[in-house]
């Protein structure tokens, strides 16, 4: 168990990076997230054949995986259209009301009995974001993208967390980006009338950023958070990623200068936030050990 919680933590590490990346990648949030699945199902497509994965035979199966890698990708053009709609800060902390909407959500979907303690912790987190997003709210729109990219990342966790137990996770998240790519970019040329964007091809800056979000932000990431979800349940997962945002602001107050546009209300959320996450780390060692 103590093994997971590392490797929860460290997916937490790369996806902190995932907001800095959104930050200097210069292609709207559409563009962004098609060009993320793409690079990414080409790697894991190259990580198969290589390791010689078995795949899965039913397509009933396949199409069930691919279904719900939609919601992931909906989630990352949600949440890229949340930064660049307002900053990093902003974006990162907003994906904390994911283990909010998880402990709403996975009661009524798994017809079970809402769990206090999960509440408790949301509430915590709850406290946390009104205190941040008390110091400013020139934001409103990004912010309210970044709400919807938390109850979308929300459901796909819940939905994951019964795949992981059937099929690989590299397969899984193979068919998840296939899914992203396609769908994605089918919309892409509508999309594109309604939002556009200065450049459709990345350059060569922008093609080393989307490699590296790819690759470890992504294919990394994701199988780690497969893995992860075998033994961990999706609340805590989910409330642990809350921890994300400390990862992402700091990051971006190095590069970007985004502490110039915080103050002391910022920081006293952000510690309610890391409270709700350690607390909840004690509840499930506690619980695991017995």
Same mark, same amino acid.
Request: proline share 2%; aromatic share 14%.
């Given at each position: !168990?103590?093994?997971?919680?590392?490797?929860? &933590?460290?997916?937490?590490?790369?996806?902190?990076?995932?907001?800095?990346?959104?930050?200097?990648? @210069?292609?709207?949030?559409?563009?962004?997230?098609?060009?993320?699945?793409?690079? *990414?199902?080409?790697?894991?497509?190259?990580?198969?054949?290589?390791?010689?994965?078995?795949? #899965?035979? +039913?397509?009933?199966?396949?199409?069930?995986?691919?279904?719900?890698?939609?919601?992931?990708?909906?989630?990352?053009?949600?949440?890229?259209?949340?930064?660049?709609?307002?900053?990093?800060?902003?974006?990162?902390?907003?994906?904390?009301?994911?283990?909010?909407?998880?402990?709403?959500?996975?009661?009524?979907?798994?017809?079970?009995?809402?769990?206090? *303690?999960?509440?408790?912790?949301?509430?915590? =987190?709850?406290?946390?974001?009104?205190?941040?997003?008390?110091?400013?709210? +020139?934001?409103? +729109?990004? #912010?309210?993208?970044?709400?919807? *990219?938390?109850?979308?990342?929300?459901?796909?966790?819940?939905?994951?967390?019964?795949?992981?137990? &059937?099929?690989?996770?590299?397969?899984?998240?193979?068919?998840? !980006?296939?899914?992203? =790519?396609?769908?994605?970019?089918?919309?892409?040329?509508?999309?594109?009338? /309604?939002?556009?964007?200065?450049?459709?091809?990345?350059?060569?800056?922008?093609?080393?950023?989307?490699?590296?979000?790819?690759?470890?932000?992504?294919?990394?990431? /994701?199988?780690?958070?497969?893995?992860?979800?075998?033994?961990?349940?999706?609340? =805590?997962?989910?409330? =642990?990623?809350?921890?994300?945002?400390? /990862?992402?602001?700091?990051?971006?107050?190095?590069?970007?200068?985004? @502490?110039?546009?915080?103050?002391? @209300?910022?920081?006293?959320?952000?510690?309610?936030?890391?409270? +709700?996450?350690?607390?909840?780390?004690?509840?499930?060692?506690?619980?695991?050990?017995?």
């Amino acid at each position: !168990m103590k093994k997971s919680y590392i490797l929860l &933590h460290l997916a937490v590490i790369l996806a902190g990076f995932t907001g800095v990346f959104g930050k200097l990648i @210069s292609l709207n949030e559409g563009l962004l997230t098609w060009y993320r699945v793409l690079f *990414s199902s080409l790697i894991l497509f190259i990580i198969l054949k290589l390791f010689k994965i078995p795949n #899965i035979t +039913s397509g009933k199966n396949k199409i069930k995986i691919a279904q719900i890698g939609l919601l992931i990708t909906l989630h990352w053009v949600l949440f890229y259209a949340s930064i660049k709609y307002s900053n990093i800060s902003i974006g990162v902390v907003c994906y904390c009301l994911t283990s909010f909407f998880t402990a709403l959500f996975k009661p009524v979907i798994d017809k079970e009995k809402f769990k206090i *303690s999960e509440l408790g912790l949301s509430t915590l =987190t709850l406290i946390g974001i009104g205190l941040i997003f008390h110091f400013d709210t +020139s934001y409103q +729109s990004g #912010i309210i993208l970044g709400v919807i *990219s938390s109850a979308v990342a929300a459901l796909y966790t819940i939905y994951n967390e019964r795949l992981v137990q &059937h099929f690989d996770s590299i397969v899984i998240n193979y068919y998840q !980006m296939i899914s992203g =790519t396609l769908c994605l970019g089918a919309i892409l040329p509508i999309y594109l009338l /309604y939002f556009k964007a200065d450049s459709i091809v990345p350059g060569l800056k922008d093609i080393a950023y989307l490699g590296l979000l790819s690759l470890f932000c992504t294919v990394g990431l /994701y199988i780690i958070f497969a893995e992860v979800l075998k033994k961990i349940p999706a609340f =805590t997962v989910n409330l =642990t990623f809350n921890l994300e945002p400390v /990862y992402a602001i700091i990051m971006a107050f190095l590069f970007f200068g985004e @502490s110039k546009e915080v103050n002391l @209300s910022f920081y006293i959320g952000l510690l309610f936030i890391v409270a +709700s996450v350690v607390l909840q780390t004690i509840i499930s060692l506690k619980k695991s050990k017995k």
